[in-house]
């Protein structure tokens, strides 16, 4: 059975009034609502918000925290919050890196026990070149990262210094303690020297010159007598190994020691880079210089005493690598230390103690324990320091936060080929209006207009033609409620242009004094055809927009 | 010890290390990125121009084109890899010379793996001629390092300032947005770039290795020269880097005179600091001028 709509008038006799007509299936406007208001984001349970576990919390211990000296730091960053839903107090470790740094180190103290027999000797050789170069790197990474000063003679610094003290101590016979403090003073005086051109060079400049003084040292040492030009290197200083040890044993304990060293290494960086310094460093990061100085903080000054401090710490290695290997070898000052150090901090991610560490354990096992391959790893570490600096901002540690941007991007980008722009107010046009009611009219009226399109039909129209006044069915009451209830401005109107013979339709102009103007050239010849021209135009209008 | 000899020495290296740093002062000055590759390109070049005395003809004309033309590859190949994908990201310059620093070790250890160490020779391509000046003896291979690579500076410079795409290579060295806003390509610039600076570190490793050898490790000397002398110019100025090649070349052979041959790297980098102490941006480099990093 087709529904019909049922004239209420057609019992009271009124003139012209039909019965039933034909009508469409009755829609409810609150389906639109409905459709519009539902949310077609795909939704996973994982990945859409950063996920802590909830520790719970302590009542009493609440206010009892472990802070360590001479600071008042606490050792995890633990923020607490009341949850309002569950009614509980919970507890959540905000940055866990000091968990995955303790078990790191464990790993590291550890690890000569774990070594299989069979390349026991090669690994703890490895392990403590590994220890050695990290604690070089950490240094360096001060200069680079928390400095930012492009200094490429953190080795030059490193070989003066053993190359001086081995020669010091072949000479003078001074023992194995002196070493690294002798060590630091060379360092001193050598960072003094090479930061004089960095109060005035920009960081490439500065680049190439110190790229230009490892080379100056490595042909001056290649050259000079007494710095052993015949046998590659000077050798015979006081090594710190006592001496009634087996070759095991001995391996075991200058791994210790070397440990021992990163340890200082770490906890200078964490010193320089942690406080007052790195405070200052950071409020000066690259081409921010000008406002940091006119907010009154001297970071040249900061620079070269980061500089000067790394330089007394290399020198202090240099020192201690000549009595680890009884002496030095020119390799120290070559371009291919220079390079690997590089790729070492590089694929860590400059600007991170963990990525100085960490890239130099990647380095450090493909040279020193894949040696057998050949050139081909040395190719391989070259492939890598190249594929993080063509594709990663911040090397491997830089992976998540990388990660995290480019799937808000991704986010962003798929939020804006969803969003519907008919009448909707878009985000960056929704914050500038001042009337913010107008968003919500704009969204309502949209959703009305939507519900409305579905109302027009041939019967409907048909209706009109009939009769464009009085009763009407309820889809066209509708329709005709909301063309009436449209603004002033290019509303329709008919004008006469001779009583009961001719009008026309206008547009109204919404502006008192000004004229409507013409929309059309047509003439209606009665006043009932020209109320259904306006409708026409009116829902041609409609289902346009 | 002859002073005419160690003179004309120095204007020797000097013609030879000036058309490295005038490569190296184009590349930064109009891309923004400092190529450390270099030293792998003149490597590179050496071995091809080795290549074809082996298997194509041991005719100066032949291997000196087959070094140019390998330099210019291997410059092909470094826009390629280090320019291309990360001109346009943020960090490009420092991430420019790590990739540059990375493309070095890549390709020495790959020369050396495929080549060997040993170190090869290439055949005396200007003859084995001398002149007479008075006291002085000009061997043959002197003249003719020194008439070719200025000839070849010459040229390229010609090129620079009378060709359509040396045109767009001096806007870029002026103003990259600018350049890039009138509707040059970064990216067809680059490669003309690269390409011609690789071509003069062809040049300039074929001339070398009429006095020394090629090895895959032979480019590091040079390029840390080339780049001294451009840093001690001014980078971005070829004017500049000539006069620090003139002034670092006559140092060296003071030096090499008055005080000995292991002190000449001494001197020339005091020489350097004592310069950009006084210049930030070298000798010819006007701070205002300069390119921002």
């Given at each position: 059975m087709t529904p019909e709509w049922k004239n209420p008038l057609a019992n009271w006799g009124v003139?012209?009034?039909?019965e039933t007509l034909p009508a469409k299936v009755w829609t409810s406007p609150q389906g639109i609502w409905d459709k519009v208001r539902e949310s077609r984001i795909p939704l996973h349970k994982v990945g859409r918000l950063r996920y802590y576990y909830k520790w719970p919390g302590h009542g009493s211990r609440q206010w009892s925290r472990l802070r360590y000296w001479p600071t008042r730091r606490r050792v995890l960053d633990i923020r607490g919050q009341f949850n309002d839903k569950s009614k509980r107090r919970e507890k959540t470790i905000a940055d866990k890196r000091p968990i995955w740094w303790v078990l790191g180190l464990i790993a590291i103290l550890l690890a000569p026990m774990l070594f299989p027999i069979s390349v026991q000797s090669t690994l703890l050789t490895a392990g403590a070149t590994f220890l050695i170069y990290s604690s070089i790197n950490l240094c360096w990474m001060l200069i680079i990262g928390t400095a930012g000063i492009y200094s490429l003679a953190s080795y030059a610094v490193v070989g003066a210094s053993a190359f001086g003290t081995a020669y010091l101590s072949i000479q003078y016979g001074l023992p194995w303690y002196v070493l690294p403090f002798l060590g630091g003073v060379i360092g001193l005086v050598f960072g003094m020297v090479i930061a004089l051109p960095a109060t005035r060079l920009d960081g490439f400049y500065y680049a190439l010159l110190t790229i230009g003084i490892n080379e100056l040292c490595r042909v001056y040492a290649l050259q000079s007598?007494?710095?052993?030009s015949a046998t590659g290197g000077l050798y015979g200083a006081d090594s710190y190994l006592p001496a009634g040890l087996s070759p095991t044993s001995q391996s075991t304990f200058a791994y210790y020691c070397c440990f021992a060293l990163m340890l200082g290494a770490l906890f200078l960086y964490r010193f320089v880079d942690g406080r007052r310094l790195g405070r200052i460093l950071r409020m000066a990061p690259e081409k921010r210089e000008a406002f940091a100085e006119a907010t009154g903080v001297n970071y040249r000054r900061a620079r070269i005493q980061v500089f000067i401090i790394s330089s007394i710490a290399l020198g202090f290695i240099g020192g201690f690598y000549a009595s680890h290997y009884r002496g030095v070898s020119f390799s120290i000052f070559g371009f291919d230390t220079v390079l690997l150090g590089l790729a070492m901090l590089v694929i860590g991610g400059i600007g991170t103690a963990e990525g100085a560490v960490v890239g130099t354990l990647i380095v450090i096992f493909l040279d020193k324990v894949l040696i057998s391959a050949g050139p081909i790893r040395l190719i391989i570490i070259g492939a890598i320091m190249l594929g993080v600096v063509l594709f990663l901002r911040g090397g491997l540690f830089g992976i998540k936060a990388q990660f995290q941007v480019w799937r808000a991007k991704k986010k962003s980008e798929r939020r804006s080929t969803r969003a519907e722009k008919g009448g909707e107010m878009l985000p960056e046009e929704a914050t500038e209006t001042h009337d913010k009611d107008l968003i919500y009219w704009r969204r309502y009226d949209k959703m009305q207009r939507d519900f409305l399109k579905t109302l027009v039909c041939d019967e409907i129209i048909a209706e009109h033609k009939r009769s464009p006044l009085g009763q009407h069915s309820e889809p066209l009451e509708r329709l005709l409620l909301y063309f009436r209830r449209a603004p002033l401005v290019d509303k329709y109107a008919i004008i006469t242009v001779e009583p009961f013979k001719a009008y026309r339709i206008v547009a109204l102009s919404g502006h008192r004094g000004v004229a409507p103007r013409l929309v059309e050239d047509k003439i209606y010849t009665s006043q009932e055809d020209a109320y259904h021209g306006v409708f026409l135009r009116r829902v041609q209008d409609l289902l346009e927009a | 010890m002859d002073f005419g000899f160690i003179v004309t020495n120095a204007i020797v290296l000097a013609c030879i290390y000036g058309g490295l740093a005038i490569g190296i002062s184009i590349t930064w000055s109009s891309l923004g990125l400092i190529n450390l590759s270099y030293g792998f390109v003149f490597a590179l070049s050496g071995y091809g121009a080795w290549l074809a005395a082996q298997y194509v003809s041991t005719n100066g004309a032949v291997v000196l084109l087959a070094g140019i033309l390998t330099g210019a590859l291997g410059g092909v190949l470094v826009c390629a890899l280090a320019?291309?994908?990360?001109?346009?990201?943020?960090?490009f310059t420092v991430r420019g010379l790590i990739a540059t620093l990375a493309i070095n070790l890549i390709g020495t250890q790959g020369l050396m793996w495929w080549f060997g160490p040993r170190s090869k020779n290439l055949p005396e391509i200007f003859g084995t001629g001398k002149l007479h000046l008075g006291n002085i003896v000009l061997t043959a291979d002197k003249v003719g390092n020194v008439v070719l690579s200025v000839a070849m500076l010459l040229l390229v410079l010609k090129w620079m300032r009378s060709s359509r795409r040396g045109l767009e290579i001096r806007a870029m060295m002026m103003n990259p947005h600018a350049a890039a806003i009138v509707g040059i390509g970064v990216r067809r610039t680059g490669f003309y770039v690269l390409a011609i600076t690789g071509g003069l570190a062809g040049l300039a490793s074929v001339l070398l290795s009429q006095t020394y050898y090629i090895s895959p490790f032979g480019g590091l000397t040079p390029m840390i020269k080339g780049v001294a002398i451009a840093l001690c110019g001014g980078l971005g100025s070829v004017l500049g880097a000539v006069i620090a090649a003139i002034v670092l070349g006559f140092n060296e052979a003071l030096t090499s005179v008055l005080l000995g041959g292991q002190y000449v790297l001494i001197t020339q980098f005091i020489l350097i600091i004592i310069v950009l102490l006084i210049r930030p941006r070298g000798i010819a480099g006007i701070l205002d001028k300069a390119r921002e990093a």
């Amino acid at each position: 059975m087709t529904p019909e709509w049922k004239n209420p008038l057609a019992n009271w006799g009124v003139e012209g009034a039909i019965e039933t007509l034909p009508a469409k299936v009755w829609t409810s406007p609150q389906g639109i609502w409905d459709k519009v208001r539902e949310s077609r984001i795909p939704l996973h349970k994982v990945g859409r918000l950063r996920y802590y576990y909830k520790w719970p919390g302590h009542g009493s211990r609440q206010w009892s925290r472990l802070r360590y000296w001479p600071t008042r730091r606490r050792v995890l960053d633990i923020r607490g919050q009341f949850n309002d839903k569950s009614k509980r107090r919970e507890k959540t470790i905000a940055d866990k890196r000091p968990i995955w740094w303790v078990l790191g180190l464990i790993a590291i103290l550890l690890a000569p026990m774990l070594f299989p027999i069979s390349v026991q000797s090669t690994l703890l050789t490895a392990g403590a070149t590994f220890l050695i170069y990290s604690s070089i790197n950490l240094c360096w990474m001060l200069i680079i990262g928390t400095a930012g000063i492009y200094s490429l003679a953190s080795y030059a610094v490193v070989g003066a210094s053993a190359f001086g003290t081995a020669y010091l101590s072949i000479q003078y016979g001074l023992p194995w303690y002196v070493l690294p403090f002798l060590g630091g003073v060379i360092g001193l005086v050598f960072g003094m020297v090479i930061a004089l051109p960095a109060t005035r060079l920009d960081g490439f400049y500065y680049a190439l010159l110190t790229i230009g003084i490892n080379e100056l040292c490595r042909v001056y040492a290649l050259q000079s007598k007494q710095f052993g030009s015949a046998t590659g290197g000077l050798y015979g200083a006081d090594s710190y190994l006592p001496a009634g040890l087996s070759p095991t044993s001995q391996s075991t304990f200058a791994y210790y020691c070397c440990f021992a060293l990163m340890l200082g290494a770490l906890f200078l960086y964490r010193f320089v880079d942690g406080r007052r310094l790195g405070r200052i460093l950071r409020m000066a990061p690259e081409k921010r210089e000008a406002f940091a100085e006119a907010t009154g903080v001297n970071y040249r000054r900061a620079r070269i005493q980061v500089f000067i401090i790394s330089s007394i710490a290399l020198g202090f290695i240099g020192g201690f690598y000549a009595s680890h290997y009884r002496g030095v070898s020119f390799s120290i000052f070559g371009f291919d230390t220079v390079l690997l150090g590089l790729a070492m901090l590089v694929i860590g991610g400059i600007g991170t103690a963990e990525g100085a560490v960490v890239g130099t354990l990647i380095v450090i096992f493909l040279d020193k324990v894949l040696i057998s391959a050949g050139p081909i790893r040395l190719i391989i570490i070259g492939a890598i320091m190249l594929g993080v600096v063509l594709f990663l901002r911040g090397g491997l540690f830089g992976i998540k936060a990388q990660f995290q941007v480019w799937r808000a991007k991704k986010k962003s980008e798929r939020r804006s080929t969803r969003a519907e722009k008919g009448g909707e107010m878009l985000p960056e046009e929704a914050t500038e209006t001042h009337d913010k009611d107008l968003i919500y009219w704009r969204r309502y009226d949209k959703m009305q207009r939507d519900f409305l399109k579905t109302l027009v039909c041939d019967e409907i129209i048909a209706e009109h033609k009939r009769s464009p006044l009085g009763q009407h069915s309820e889809p066209l009451e509708r329709l005709l409620l909301y063309f009436r209830r449209a603004p002033l401005v290019d509303k329709y109107a008919i004008i006469t242009v001779e009583p009961f013979k001719a009008y026309r339709i206008v547009a109204l102009s919404g502006h008192r004094g000004v004229a409507p103007r013409l929309v059309e050239d047509k003439i209606y010849t009665s006043q009932e055809d020209a109320y259904h021209g306006v409708f026409l135009r009116r829902v041609q209008d409609l289902l346009e927009a | 010890m002859d002073f005419g000899f160690i003179v004309t020495n120095a204007i020797v290296l000097a013609c030879i290390y000036g058309g490295l740093a005038i490569g190296i002062s184009i590349t930064w000055s109009s891309l923004g990125l400092i190529n450390l590759s270099y030293g792998f390109v003149f490597a590179l070049s050496g071995y091809g121009a080795w290549l074809a005395a082996q298997y194509v003809s041991t005719n100066g004309a032949v291997v000196l084109l087959a070094g140019i033309l390998t330099g210019a590859l291997g410059g092909v190949l470094v826009c390629a890899l280090a320019f291309i994908p990360i001109h346009d990201k943020p960090n490009f310059t420092v991430r420019g010379l790590i990739a540059t620093l990375a493309i070095n070790l890549i390709g020495t250890q790959g020369l050396m793996w495929w080549f060997g160490p040993r170190s090869k020779n290439l055949p005396e391509i200007f003859g084995t001629g001398k002149l007479h000046l008075g006291n002085i003896v000009l061997t043959a291979d002197k003249v003719g390092n020194v008439v070719l690579s200025v000839a070849m500076l010459l040229l390229v410079l010609k090129w620079m300032r009378s060709s359509r795409r040396g045109l767009e290579i001096r806007a870029m060295m002026m103003n990259p947005h600018a350049a890039a806003i009138v509707g040059i390509g970064v990216r067809r610039t680059g490669f003309y770039v690269l390409a011609i600076t690789g071509g003069l570190a062809g040049l300039a490793s074929v001339l070398l290795s009429q006095t020394y050898y090629i090895s895959p490790f032979g480019g590091l000397t040079p390029m840390i020269k080339g780049v001294a002398i451009a840093l001690c110019g001014g980078l971005g100025s070829v004017l500049g880097a000539v006069i620090a090649a003139i002034v670092l070349g006559f140092n060296e052979a003071l030096t090499s005179v008055l005080l000995g041959g292991q002190y000449v790297l001494i001197t020339q980098f005091i020489l350097i600091i004592i310069v950009l102490l006084i210049r930030p941006r070298g000798i010819a480099g006007i701070l205002d001028k300069a390119r921002e990093a």
